[in-house]
């Protein structure tokens, strides 16, 4: 059996979670809302865009790039648990831009 030796990452910084607009304030704007925060999976093809989070429940929602790009909502608390294939935890882009959905691939 082999013991997961990888520390959890903060994938909000307390700056990030001042920028993120709460629950439903973009609803409506479609492929138009913004995206503040990327998360990803270093060792496979899943991607988290996030466009909104609860500061309460860290329920967020955004986009999601998998098996096929959907909206929908997602526990950041979750995420932080998750691990790719190989083992190694997601990871935040610390270099990503904010941008509308409809240009996150």
Same mark, same amino acid.
């Given at each position: 059996m082999t013991t997961n030796h990888f520390k959890p990452v903060k994938l909000l910084t307390k700056e990030?979670? *001042?920028k993120l607009p709460p629950l439903y304030s973009q609803d409506g704007l479609g492929d138009e809302a913004m995206a503040?925060? *990327?998360i990803f999976t270093p060792d496979s093809n899943w991607t988290w865009y996030i466009t909104e989070r609860d500061p309460d429940t860290n329920e967020c929602f955004g986009v999601v790039c998998g098996l096929e790009r959907e909206y929908g909502y997602f526990n950041l608390?979750?995420?932080q648990g998750l691990r790719g294939p190989?083992?190694?935890?997601l990871e935040r882009?610390?270099?990503?831009?904010?941008?509308?959905?409809?240009l996150c691939k």
């Open positions: 990030l979670e *001042k503040f925060v *990327k608390e979750e995420l190989l083992g190694l935890p882009d610390r270099y990503f831009e904010p941008m509308p959905v409809n």
